[in-house]
C-alpha cells in the first residue's frame, strides 16, 4: 500500500476533514474523518477572515493553534483506524485560507497553520503551501483540485463538470475533447452560513429547511447576479474577501424594496436561489455538449433544496453526486491534497496551467520532514 493522508479546511469554516488514500494502484479512498472546529479557533478566524486585519501576535498564535488542530486530528485519525505513522508516506494539508489575492501588482495568497508543529508531532513528513508555487509562475494559485478530479472522474466518452460547494462553488469542466478547466465560479454555501449564523445562531442551514420556508426576492437575486465578478473569464478565483455579509448587506441596501417587506428567511431562500443560479447560468455555454453529467461534491451535495434547483434549471443534464463513482461528496478535496501530497514526493507536476493560469506544470507543495 501507498498511503497518503489529505486534510483539507475550507472557507465553510466547519471543521477537518481527513482522508486517506492508496496510491499504489490509482487512487482508493481507504477511509475518512471529520472533526469539528473547536468553537474558540473558528470565533478568532471568523473574525480575521471578516476583516482581513488582525495584530502580528494573534496571527502568529492562530497559525500555531491550527498547527496544533491539524497534528490533534491525525493522531486520533491514526489511532482510531490502528495504524502507525511509519505506515503513511506523507500528509498533503492544505492549511487554512486566510487571505486569497491573485489580482494586483503583488499577487499572493496566505494559508496558515504550522506545519513545523504537524510533522513534529506525528512524526510525519507534511506537505503544504501548494498554492504558492503556481502563483509564482504566474497562475492563480487555485484551483487546485481539476488535476485530481481529471485524474478520477474523467470518461472518454462523456462531458463531466464536476461543481465543488464549499464555502465557494468551484467547477471542474472535464470535456474529452479539449483541455481540462477549472475555476471558481461564484458563493456556494458561504453567504447563507453566514446568513443563518446571524440570524438564528446556526453553524448551517440543515437539508436547507430554513430557506424552504422563505420565497425568491427576485430583485435581489438579481442584484446579487450581477456581481462583476460572475462576468469575468476564467481563470479566476473568488473567496471570503468578497462573498461576505459586508457585500451581502450591500446588496440589501440597493434594493428598492424597504428592508420591513421581506423576511430573513427569503433571504436565505434567494441565497440558495443565487447558488444554483449563478452555476446553471455558468453551465449554460455547454448546452450544444452531448452526454453531459454534473457531478456535485462538497457539503452543497447535500443540501436537498441546490440539488433540487440543479436538477430544475439543468434539464438536459444528468445531475448526480461523486458518490456515484466511489468518492463521498464530504471528502473529495481532502482525498485530492492527499493525491497533491503524493505528487510531490514522486516529483510529478501536479498544477495544470489550462486552470491557473500557471505557465508551466510543477510539482505543487513544500515538504516538512519528519
Given at each position: 500500500m501507498k498511503?497518503?493522508?489529505?486534510?483539507?479546511?475550507?472557507?465553510?469554516?466547519?471543521?477537518?476533514?481527513?482522508?486517506?488514500?492508496?496510491?499504489?494502484?490509482?487512487?482508493?479512498?481507504?477511509?475518512?474523518?471529520?472533526?469539528?472546529?473547536?468553537?474558540?479557533?473558528?470565533?478568532?478566524?471568523?473574525?480575521?477572515?471578516?476583516?482581513?486585519?488582525?495584530?502580528?501576535?494573534?496571527?502568529?498564535?492562530?497559525?500555531?493553534r491550527l498547527g496544533v488542530l491539524y497534528a490533534d486530528c491525525v493522531n486520533e485519525f491514526l489511532a482510531k483506524n490502528q495504524l502507525k505513522p511509519s505506515q503513511i508516506e506523507a500528509i498533503g494539508c492544505h492549511g487554512q485560507t486566510?487571505?486569497?489575492?491573485?489580482?494586483?501588482?503583488?499577487?499572493?495568497?496566505?494559508?496558515?497553520?504550522?506545519?513545523?508543529?504537524?510533522?513534529?508531532r506525528t512524526g510525519i513528513t507534511t506537505i503544504a503551501d501548494f498554492r504558492r508555487k503556481d502563483m509564482a509562475f504566474g497562475g492563480q494559485g487555485a484551483p487546485l483540485v481539476p488535476a485530481f478530479h481529471e485524474a478520477i472522474f474523467a470518461r472518454p466518452n462523456q462531458f463531466?463538470?464536476?461543481?465543488n460547494i464549499g464555502g465557494i462553488s468551484n467547477i471542474s469542466v472535464l470535456n474529452p475533447k479539449a483541455q481540462t478547466i477549472g475555476y471558481d465560479v461564484s458563493v456556494g454555501n458561504a453567504l447563507m452560513d453566514s446568513w443563518i449564523e446571524k440570524?438564528?445562531?446556526?453553524?448551517?442551514?440543515?437539508?436547507?429547511?430554513?430557506?424552504?420556508?422563505?420565497?425568491?426576492?427576485?430583485?435581489?437575486?438579481?442584484e446579487m447576479l450581477s456581481e462583476p465578478f460572475l462576468q469575468l473569464p476564467p481563470p479566476k478565483s473568488t473567496g471570503r474577501e468578497l462573498f461576505n455579509l459586508a457585500w451581502l448587506e450591500k446588496q440589501l441596501a440597493n434594493l428598492t424594496v424597504k428592508s420591513t417587506a421581506y423576511k430573513v428567511e427569503d433571504v436565505q431562500r434567494t441565497l440558495a436561489e443565487f447558488t444554483a443560479q449563478s452555476v446553471s447560468r455558468e453551465l449554460s455555454q455547454w448546452k450544444n455538449e452531448p452526454n453531459k453529467v454534473l457531478l456535485v461534491c462538497g457539503g452543497g451535495a447535500r443540501n436537498p433544496l441546490l440539488m433540487e434547483r440543479f436538477n430544475a434549471l439543468l434539464p438536459d443534464w444528468c445531475v448526480g453526486?461523486?458518490?456515484d463513482y466511489g468518492v463521498n461528496v464530504d471528502y473529495v478535496e481532502a482525498a485530492a491534497f492527499a493525491w497533491l501530497a503524493y505528487c510531490r514526493m514522486e516529483n510529478l507536476p501536479s498544477n495544470m496551467p489550462s486552470v491557473t493560469g500557471s505557465?508551466?506544470?510543477v510539482s505543487l507543495g513544500v515538504i516538512f520532514p519528519k
Open positions: 498511503l497518503y493522508l489529505g486534510i483539507m479546511s475550507g472557507t465553510s469554516l466547519d471543521g477537518v476533514d481527513l482522508a486517506l488514500v492508496d496510491f499504489e494502484n490509482g487512487a482508493k479512498l481507504e477511509a475518512s474523518r471529520f472533526v469539528s472546529m473547536p468553537e474558540a479557533l473558528r470565533a478568532d478566524l471568523s473574525v480575521l477572515l471578516k476583516s482581513g486585519e488582525t495584530s502580528l501576535q494573534k496571527l502568529g498564535e492562530i497559525d500555531y486566510v487571505w486569497h489575492a491573485p489580482q494586483g501588482n503583488f499577487p499572493f495568497t496566505m494559508q496558515i497553520g504550522d506545519m513545523n508543529v504537524v510533522s513534529a463531466t463538470v464536476v461543481l440570524h438564528l445562531g446556526k453553524r448551517y442551514d440543515k437539508n436547507a429547511e430554513w430557506a424552504k420556508t422563505g420565497k425568491v426576492i427576485p430583485e435581489f437575486l438579481a453526486t461523486t458518490n505557465s508551466q506544470a
